[in-house]
Nanobody, 125 residues
Framework: QLQLVESGGGLVQPGGSLRLSCAAS????????IGWFRQAPGKEREGVSC????????NYADSVKGRFTISRDNAKNTVYLQMNSLKPEDTAVYYC??????????????????WGQGTQVTVSS
C-alpha cells in the first residue's frame, strides 16, 4: 500500500514561516505528481500547490503565489512546501497527495490517488 506522511505543521505567528514535508516509504515520489491541499474548518478542500515529475514544473494557488514554494529532494524521497509570510487565513489541515499523469486541473483533488493523514497549520498571534 502506498503511504504518504506529512510533517512540519504547528503554531506560528502571522508573518512567520513553516516548512512542511511529505515523505513516502513504500514508493518513489519522483515518478508521481505531488500536490499539497488544505482544508479549513467549514470549508472545502483546496489545492495549494503541485509539482510535476520530469522537469518539476510547479503550480500555485493565487492565494499563496510569492509566499509558498514547493520542491523535491529525490535523494530523500521527500517533497517540501516552504511557507513564508504566513497569514491567519492559511490556517488549515494540510495534506499531500500523489497521482500519476492524467488530464485535468492540478488542483482537482479527485485526480489524486494517494493521500497522507494531514498536518495542522495554525497561524495566530
Amino acid at each position: 500500500q502506498l503511504q504518504l506522511v506529512e510533517s512540519g505543521g504547528g503554531l506560528v505567528q502571522p508573518g512567520g514561516s513553516l516548512r512542511l514535508s511529505c515523505a513516502a516509504s513504500t514508493f518513489t515520489l519522483e515518478y508521481y505528481f505531488i500536490g499539497w491541499f488544505r482544508q479549513a474548518p467549514g470549508k472545502e478542500r483546496e489545492g495549494v500547490s503541485c509539482i510535476g515529475t520530469i522537469g518539476g514544473s510547479t503550480n500555485y494557488a493565487d492565494s499563496v503565489k510569492g509566499r509558498f514554494t514547493i520542491s523535491r529532494d529525490n535523494a530523500k524521497n521527500t517533497v517540501y512546501l516552504q511557507m513564508n509570510s504566513l497569514k491567519p487565513e492559511d490556517t488549515a489541515v494540510y495534506y499531500c497527495a500523489a497521482r500519476q499523469f492524467r488530464a485535468g486541473s492540478w488542483s482537482d483533488s479527485r485526480l489524486y490517488d494517494y493521500w497522507g493523514q494531514g498536518t495542522q497549520v495554525t497561524v495566530s498571534s
